[in-house]
């Protein structure tokens, strides 16, 4: 169908009833397509083939909505170049590590609305030049440490709608100084690290709304600094301090355990009724 376009660099066949096999290996050879839109179709299967043509033009890839639950390990290793890439709305239950490890050039990647419950470090160890990141929507709970220590380009991070508890600066580690936009409305956000505001040096919009220990979004963080430390007190009050010291430790039921200490400044002594896991 498009073997003698070399004249097409935009595509969009999303929101059809597209099947992996409706879609031949290389049936993108012969243009030059910077954008690509599948969104929106029942493929179901990631073909890596589908890109293999697209190595030296690819530019912006959509695969939005089309039921995947996990993509190949070489998904992209075709495109290096992409700059977008957009697969939110997919029920991803894991993705293979090292499956971003091709995409250097990225800039803006969507992850929203996958039913992610945990980010892996891995998956992000070569988006060094990462400016916009967004995974709203899913079951995040906690960003573990130095997941975006890799991403000193990142200059927006949306997280809202997910489950988060807390914001600690060794999450970001060194992307913090440079992030600009934070959006982390709609959590459960019950602490933030005291030292959180002025570790983000060029902060300018922080959206905090309907979280637990903050019902406020900030639009001038850079100027206000003062002012939103006031309005965050609460949180970095109970911002929890865990002492990794073990009092014992046993292995029975191939469980470990070990007591710690820890500062509690919620002030209540039942620890079932406090939020998150002890």
Do not use: K
Request: hydrophobic fraction near 40%.
């Amino acid at each position: 169908v498009f073997r003698n376009n070399p004249n097409l660099e935009v595509l969009n066949l999303g929101n059809n009833q597209l099947r992996r096999q409706d879609l031949p290996p290389n049936l993108f050879a012969g243009t030059a397509l910077r954008t690509l839109d599948l969104s929106n179709n029942p493929l179901r299967d990631f073909d890596p083939n589908w890109l293999a043509p697209l190595t030296a033009t690819l530019r912006e890839l959509n695969i939005f909505a089309n039921g995947f639950e996990s993509l190949p390990l070489d998904a992209f290793v075709s495109v290096p170049n992409l700059h977008t890439l957009s697969m939110g709305d997919n029920p991803l239950s894991d993705l293979p590590t090292g499956i971003f490890n091709p995409l250097t050039s990225l800039e803006v990647f969507t992850l929203g609305n996958c039913r992610l419950r945990t980010l892996n470090p891995e998956w992000f160890i070569s988006l060094r030049n990462l400016t916009h990141f967004h995974v709203p929507g899913n079951r995040l709970i906690d960003l573990p440490v130095g997941i975006f220590n890799h991403m000193l380009q990142l200059d927006n991070f949306y997280v809202y709608n997910n489950a988060l508890r807390e914001l600690n600066v060794e999450s970001f580690g060194a992307s913090l100084p440079n992030l600009r936009v934070l959006y982390a409305s709609h959590n459960e956000i019950t602490a933030v690290d005291p030292v959180f505001i002025d570790r983000a040096e060029r902060l300018e919009m922080l959206m905090l709304v309907n979280n637990v220990c903050i019902q406020e979004s900030f639009f001038d963080v850079i100027n206000t600094r003062e002012d939103v430390r006031a309005a965050l007190s609460q949180c970095h009050q109970n911002f929890a301090t865990v002492i990794p010291r073990c009092s014992y430790m046993m292995t029975e039921n191939d469980e470990y355990a070990c007591v710690l200490t820890i500062d509690n400044p919620i002030g209540r002594d039942a620890f079932a009724t406090i939020e998150g896991d002890h």
